[in-house]
């Protein structure tokens, strides 16, 4: 998936726009978009909107961002949402692994009471909203097996940090967020699930966010998370591989294919060795999805 745009779960509009949107996925939120006082309403209003759509075959992916486990309101989430069969869930504010696979046995419980396939409701994970969730990191690997993305957030940890602003006068984060970014990044990588972009905030600025979207992906992300649905022609053209870079990878896995066990090979007047193939791999598999 490219696109993931956050949706507010207490907006009817903006849930039925979000279905023209272009979006691979939708992120109904029933968190930091919905005040306190509307979140029951806005379970409700998820919930009747994931039963009106889940059974569609031509919809993006339909994933619930749950309140955070300190809240004590995700039971009550989850209890809204599981029945209507989301395709998963987004964390926000996790610690740890261990709080994954606290959700894990959360959604494992109630998969079960509604009858539905065990691991059928997938999990993305929101991994840096707190300077503590800096240092747990490499314990998501392995979590669960419903783990499918990671990414990140700076609007949180700015407020965590108690600093003035995440972004330097150019636009461009400042260098603790940078470093949540890029651990973001290797711990996705290194947890074998998707790294996924965090959003950019002004969503009338398009260079800015083609920019930033251009680093994202030269990085190593495969995806990007927005707030605006005139974010997401910009993320699904930038995440898109385009035909000739397709086609070099294909030519060069062939080219590794016909030299048999070749560490290194030829193609094109350049030598290229195992991480070049991983990296062809990557794309392709990308491209299949």
């Given at each position: 998936?490219?696109?993931y745009?956050?949706?507010?779960?207490?907006a009817?509009r903006k849930?039925?726009?979000?279905?023209?949107?272009?979006?691979?996925?939708l992120?109904l939120?029933?968190?930091?978009?919905?005040?306190?006082?509307n979140?029951?309403?806005?379970?409700?209003?998820?919930?009747?909107?994931?039963?009106?759509?889940?059974?569609k075959?031509?919809?993006?992916?339909?994933?619930?961002?749950?309140?955070?486990?300190d809240?004590?309101?995700?039971?009550?989430?989850?209890?809204?949402?599981?029945?209507?069969?989301?395709?998963?869930?987004?964390?926000?504010?996790?610690?740890?692994?261990?709080?994954v696979?606290?959700?894990?046995?959360?959604?494992?419980?109630?998969?079960?009471?509604?009858?539905?396939?065990?691991?059928?409701?997938?999990?993305?994970?929101?991994?840096t909203?707190?300077?503590?969730?800096?240092?747990?990191?490499?314990?998501?690997?392995?979590?669960?097996?419903?783990?499918?993305?990671?990414?990140?957030?700076?609007?949180?940890?700015?407020?965590?940090?108690?600093?003035?602003?995440?972004?330097?006068?150019?636009?461009?984060?400042?260098?603790?967020?940078?470093?949540?970014r890029a651990?973001?990044l290797?711990?996705?990588?290194?947890?074998?699930?998707a790294?996924?972009?965090?959003?950019?905030p002004?969503?009338?600025?398009?260079?800015?966010?083609?920019?930033?979207?251009?680093e994202g992906?030269?990085?190593?992300?495969?995806?990007?998370?927005?707030?605006?649905?005139?974010?997401?022609p910009?993320?699904?053209?930038?995440?898109?591989?385009?035909?000739?870079e397709?086609?070099?990878?294909?030519?060069?896995?062939?080219?590794f294919?016909?030299?048999?066990n070749?560490?290194v090979?030829?193609?094109?007047?350049?030598?290229?060795?195992?991480?070049?193939?991983?990296?062809?791999?990557?794309?392709?598999?990308r491209?299949?999805?």
């Open positions: 998936m490219r696109s745009l956050f949706v507010p779960g207490d009817p849930l039925e726009k979000g279905l023209t949107s272009g979006a691979d996925a992120l939120d029933l968190e930091d978009s919905v005040a306190p006082d979140k029951p309403k806005a379970r409700e209003i998820v919930r009747d909107y994931l039963n009106a759509h889940i059974g075959s031509d919809r993006p992916r339909l994933f619930v961002r749950v309140n955070a486990l809240t004590g309101v995700t039971d009550a989430d989850l209890d809204a949402v599981i029945a209507a069969k989301p395709d998963g869930i987004l964390f926000p504010k996790s610690r740890n692994g261990g709080d696979v606290h959700l894990d046995a959360k959604i494992t419980a109630r998969e079960a009471l509604y009858d539905i396939d065990e691991g059928a409701t997938r999990i993305l994970v929101l991994v909203e707190s300077a503590q969730a800096l240092f747990g990191l490499h314990k998501y690997r392995g979590s669960s097996k419903r783990l499918d993305g990671m990414t990140w957030g700076a609007e949180d940890l700015s407020a965590d940090l108690g600093a003035e602003t995440n972004r330097n006068e150019k636009g461009d984060y400042t260098d603790p967020y940078r470093l949540a651990q973001c290797i711990a996705a990588v290194a947890a074998e699930v790294p996924i972009d965090s959003i950019y002004n969503f009338r600025d398009a260079e800015g966010l083609r920019r930033e979207t251009l992906r030269r990085d190593g992300f495969t995806g990007k998370m927005a707030i605006h649905p005139d974010q997401v910009v993320i699904n053209e930038i995440y898109t591989p385009g035909a000739e397709i086609g070099k990878a294909r030519r060069l896995i062939d080219a294919k016909a030299a048999g070749a560490g090979i030829s193609l094109d007047g350049q030598m290229y060795d195992q991480p070049h193939l991983k990296r062809a791999q990557r794309l392709l598999a491209v299949a999805k």
